[in-house]
């Protein structure tokens, strides 16, 4: 059965008249987990695009690099996005349920935002209204202003992408300490370990350009050390 296909069913046991939101108390263990994913990332997608007042072909495309949604699914995709755009809850319920869903393991929620973070960009533009709406969304997931600060410098360009913060280090910190640092987000970053949280194999994708960033930052501060 497709991720797809599971979903259909999560939503399918909804009761007549309940919002999308009360679906996530349901998907907290494996393997109901990447479902739950998927619908927060979608459900929260849905919520964002209204931020900067419409909603674009390239944040749909999007969704699209973000979860490879198989030609036969679109319509239980479709249903997802459809139904968070019109549910009445707001996107802080939302994210508070996600937040609970997730709240033993904070890398899922720093995945999640990437995702978020995607689809914002995906039509070139970083509206205000989307800054502030995924702002309050990593406040409510309990992601730290640093951390904030770090999705917006890798995924907004001409935001000031300082390679320290990057790799959750300060200038003071000794280089042996940064560079396991380093090494600790290499590892974090592996395919295995991104399933192990719950995403859904086509979301990984979204870790690679993650390592990228984690690579460039460390090149850059062990090159000045080293000079």
């Known amino acids: 059965m497709s991720i797809w296909s599971r979903i259909a069913d999560a939503l399918s046991a909804l009761t007549l008249g309940e919002g999308l939101s009360s679906v996530f108390e349901k998907l907290r263990t494996p393997p109901e987990r990447t479902v739950g994913f998927t619908i927060a990332v979608i459900a929260l997608g849905a919520k964002m695009a209204k931020a900067d007042g419409h909603v674009t072909r390239d944040e749909v495309t999007a969704f699209r690099e973000v979860f490879h949604i198989p030609a036969q699914e679109e319509d239980q995709a479709a249903r997802v996005f459809n139904l968070a755009r019109q549910d009445v809850a707001g996107f802080d319920i ?6 609970k869903m997730f709240e033993r393991d904070s890398h899922v929620i720093y995945d999640l935002m990437e995702g978020l973070f995607h689809i914002a960009l995906a039509d070139g533009v970083y509206h205000p209204n989307e800054d502030d709406f995924l702002h309050e969304v990593s406040n409510i997931m309990g992601l730290s202003e640093a951390q904030f600060r770090q999705l917006r410098a890798r995924f907004v360009e001409g935001a000031h992408k300082d390679p320290y913060d990057v790799l959750g280090v300060t200038p003071s910190t000794p280089l042996s300490e940064i560079r396991t640092a380093w090494r600790a987000l290499v590892c974090d970053t592996h395919p295995d ?33 080293v000079h």
């Open 94 to 99: 939302y994210a508070a349920r996600i937040a």
């Open 193 to 225: 370990r991104l399933a192990a949280r719950g995403l859904p194999a086509e979301a990984v994708r979204m870790a690679e350009k993650r390592l990228i960033d984690v690579n460039a930052a460390w090149d850059e501060i062990a090159g000045q050390k």
